[in-house]
């Protein structure tokens, strides 16, 4: 299995552009997670997914959007780029399943600028 | 949202024991995970606590006290690939899909 998967590794924006971060995972997993990384502020949720057709915003969702229409993808969206959006993200998964115990597994990240 | 603590940095030389702590909120807990990240790496899970006590994983154990609403993961015979940020992160019930909540991470220097 490859896991957790992410494209592009690097990304360089001009303000106001758009771009879509993909994310695929070969694991089955129901359950899947958009973050985003700053330096020193730790992870921070961006939206969510509990299963393909359904998707719910996390903790910081302005400025994207996300679809889920397949168990395997789950894209990001950034419509229109802006320099607070320069940061690293993590795309991460979880199986399905009523224990808390089943960690997330992250992708290997995507690392925009925004100029 | 949930507060997650833990310190920013620490330092420890190689063959020590390290011991990061980490606060967190306990109304509604459901679980604590702790996990490695490599400077530009992805995390990478190491281990969970639901119960009170101690978790041991070779050279790495987790503990847990659910009354304090505090862990740590104790890092034993460090080495220098040890050298990392560890993430405290807990689970909390009601909040669906399994959620985390993570703290900014312990960044650990390990030294020779």
């Known amino acids: 299995n490859a896991g957790v998967t992410q494209t592009p590794k690097f990304r360089i924006l001009k303000i106001g552009q758009s771009m879509t971060l993909q994310c695929t995972q070969d694991?089955?997993?129901?359950?899947m997670y958009w973050y985003r990384q700053d330096p020193g502020m730790g992870l921070k949720l961006i939206y969510y997914?509990?299963?393909?057709?359904?998707?719910d915003k996390g903790e910081v969702p302005n400025g994207y959007n996300v679809s889920r229409s397949t168990t395997e993808d789950f894209p990001l969206r950034l419509e229109l780029a802006a320099p607070s959006q320069t940061s690293v993200y993590f795309c991460?998964?979880?199986?399905?399943?009523?224990?808390?115990?089943?960690?997330?597994?992250f992708g290997p990240g995507t690392r925009l600028t925004v100029l | 949202g949930q507060n997650i603590d833990q310190p920013t940095e620490m330092t420890a030389t190689e063959g020590a024991i390290v011991q990061i702590n980490c606060t967190y909120q306990?109304?509604?807990?459901?679980?604590l995970f702790w996990y490695q990240q490599h400077a530009g790496e992805a995390p990478t899970f190491l281990s969970y606590?639901?119960?009170?006590g101690l978790e041991e994983k070779g050279r790495f154990s987790s503990f847990l006290s659910r009354s304090k609403g505090y862990s740590y993961l104790l890092l034993k015979e460090l080495q220098m690939k040890d050298s990392a940020s560890y993430l405290c992160?807990?689970?909390?019930?009601?909040?669906?899909?399994?959620?985390?909540?993570f703290g900014k991470g312990t960044k650990l220097s390990v030294i020779p």
């Open positions: 991460a998964s979880r199986a399905a399943g009523t224990s808390s115990s089943a960690p997330q597994y």
């Open positions: 694991m089955n997993h129901n359950y």
């Open positions: 997914s509990v299963g393909a057709g359904i998707t």
């Open positions: 306990t109304s509604g807990f459901n679980g």
């Open positions: 606590n639901v119960l009170d």
């Open positions: 992160a807990s689970s909390y019930s009601g909040a669906g899909s399994y959620q985390l909540t």
